[in-house]
């Protein structure tokens, strides 16, 4: 018979082997919804739209996603596409936009109107700056932005995070507002590389990771955070969790909740 000392010893050295497996295996997510919540019948799937927003919030969703662009009079609007209903942004004044509505009857929103309902939660806004025609005017959307927030009051690191695809406006964003959160979009560069430029975040598609699972532990020894889009395939989301991404950016922010079964982290 094993005496009791001896059970009550291999009972710990048992415990302490599972330990590390089970503490990984619990690391808290954030979700973000990719450009609002709003695959549902009370936004009537509008995307980008405030009602999608406002659904991302009422879920207590760690963040909302949305893309901005600028128009030619430098009004900041919200829209994923370079055109709304063919209509260029870049090369068109706001008042092109003005008639048009989402498929949920809103107004095409703006950056203004975007963030006047960003304020009333702590949702984090997942901030898209999207690549405009040049690098210049990549780079001027930044600071347009940066100046909203300000006057939003909400020029702050724990309420917003930058993600472009623009490599421009990433490296901008490093310099001119160091203390944010700042993703780069377009997944060809390592996490060295991007440190390298100061940028301390990256926003890499599912793919990306597939094929480079190492970024994932190196980013995090790098000090900087990892977010994945778009992840919408149960299997897609199971194996982003097990490799220990910080947020991932889904169309199914409640799946993803039921999958990461408690371990979330939600706003505040
Ligand atoms: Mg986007």
Known sequence: MVPFSKKITWLVLAALMVMPLTLSAQKKVQITAHRGYWKSEKTKD???????????????????????????DNVIVVNHNGDIEGIKIHENPFSA??????KNGEKVP??????KQGAKSNTVLVLEIKSQDNDARSIQ???????????????D?????????????????AVVAPEFTNQYLNGELSPDQLKEFGINGLD????????????????????????????????????????GVDCITTNEP???????????????
């Open 204 to 243: 890499y598609n599912t793919k990306v990771f597939k094929k480079h699972p190492e970024w994932v532990s190196r980013a995090h020894e790098l000090g900087m955070s990892v977010n994945v889009w778009t992840v919408n395939k149960e299997e897609d989301i199971k194996q982003m969790i097990e490799l």
């Open 97 to 102: 936009f003005k008639d048009i509505r989402l």
């Open 141 to 155: 959307l930044a600071d347009l932005c940066i100046q909203k927030l300000i006057d939003h009051k909400l020029y």
């Open 46 to 72: 509008a995307e980008n739209s405030i009602a999608s927003l406002k659904l991302a919030q009422k879920e207590k969703l760690w963040g909302s996603e949305f893309d901005v662009h600028l128009t030619a």
């Open 110 to 115: 703006t950056l203004d109107s975007y963030l």
């Open 254 to 268: 409640l799946l993803v909740r039921k999958l990461l079964n408690g371990n979330e982290i939600k706003s505040k």
């Open 157 to 173: 690191p724990s309420r917003v995070i930058f993600i472009s695809f623009s490599l421009a406006a990433c490296k901008h964003l």
